[in-house]
């Protein structure tokens, strides 16, 4: 038994314009790293990894001194991949976007018991609220819609991911990099992926307005 939460922190985070990778960026007095590792339940008790750019190993170090911290690679998976050989033997593993930062306990809750109740794989997701057009680029440079895309049988899929150990290295075992998500790997070698219901606070900050909604969110529950 035993929940191992990996958490890939080492992207540089250029589309949110603050001078630090997004991980190290402040929310009204703490980092994102800080308050991402902090919204981890102690019911799990969980061991964490986290996985920073290799020149910010000694800051997060010194921010999280309880967790373990390993350097990080050029893309998401090669840093998910530094986590997993950085893992303790925990049955279950969690790969958690750091840029979730507000992600509630009950989300990873959710996930672990879904796990533990026999799916290999399991993922947070929520119906999509927009109208969703395919789009190709047409000769006069514009977008021009292809169709309308049924929303209905739609997920937009969150963080945390859980998996078997087994499935999470065999999901590994063969990538060529591409993957935004870890379940996307786990589908591609014909693991069954399920959905349980994500939370809107699990949103990922990627673009200032991400991060005025997360300060806001923050100042807010202060309050
Ligand atoms: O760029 P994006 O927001 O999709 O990244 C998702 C997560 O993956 C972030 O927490 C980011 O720090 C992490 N990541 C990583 N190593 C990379 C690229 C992204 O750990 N090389």
Redesign the pocket.
């Known amino acids: 038994a035993g929940v191992c939460v990996i958490?890939?922190?080492?992207?540089?985070?250029t589309?949110l314009g603050e001078p630090v990778?997004?991980?190290f960026v402040d929310v009204c007095g703490r980092t994102i790293i800080e308050r991402c590792v902090d919204n981890i339940p102690d019911s799990l008790d969980a061991s964490i990894v986290v996985?920073?750019p290799a020149d910010l190993v000694d800051r997060a170090r010194e921010l999280l001194p309880d967790v373990t911290i390993v350097p990080?690679?050029?893309?998401?998976s090669?840093?998910?991949r530094a986590g997993i050989a950085a893992a303790d033997a925990a049955d279950i593993l969690l790969v958690h976007?750091?840029?979730?930062p507000l992600t509630p306990a009950h989300v990873f809750t959710r996930v672990v018991e879904a796990v533990a109740s026999g799916h290999p794989a399991v993922v947070p997701g929520l119906p999509v609220a927009d109208t969703l057009k395919q789009v190709v680029v047409s000769d006069d440079g514009l977008e021009r819609v292809e169709r309308t895309v049924d929303r209905e049988p739609l997920r937009a899929v969150q963080t945390p991911q859980g998996f078997t150990r087994e499935a999470l290295l065999r999901a590994h075992a063969d990538d060529s990099g591409l993957a935004?998500d870890d379940a996307g790997l786990a589908e591609r070698c014909g693991i069954d992926v399920h959905v349980v219901p994500g939370d809107p606070l699990a949103m990922?900050?990627?673009t200032p307005w991400d991060l005025k909604i997360i300060r806001d969110v923050v100042s807010e529950s202060a309050e």
């Open positions: 958490i890939p922190a080492a992207g540089s985070g589309r990778p997004k991980a996985v920073v990080g690679g050029a893309h998401r090669e840093s998910v976007d750091a840029a979730r935004t990922k900050v990627t």
